[in-house]
């Protein structure tokens, strides 16, 4: 009988341990998965954001020099 009961238990413990284990271990991953999801768009929000930024930096780079050119051009042909 006693053996009985002690297996019992710790059958029901053994059980209770491994659905919190489950539990927990699905709640971190959501937890982990929500972590990277956001961690993932920042990183790539700001990759975009800089992509953009050298995109238009170099596209403003390019206007000038080409108005620059164009001015020295102009500067010749005044001359």
Do not use: E, I, V
Request: aromatic share 0%.
């Amino acid at each position: 009988m006693q053996l009985s009961r002690m297996q019992r238990s710790r059958m029901q413990r053994s059980r209770m341990m491994t659905q919190l284990s489950q539990m927990q271990r699905s709640r971190m991953m959501t937890q982990l998965s929500q972590m990277q999801r956001s961690r993932m768009m920042t990183q790539l929000s700001q990759m975009q954001r800089s992509r953009m930024m050298t995109q238009l930096s170099r596209m403003q780079l390019s206007r000038m020099q080409r108005s620059r050119m164009l001015q020295r051009s102009r500067m010749r042909n005044t001359r």
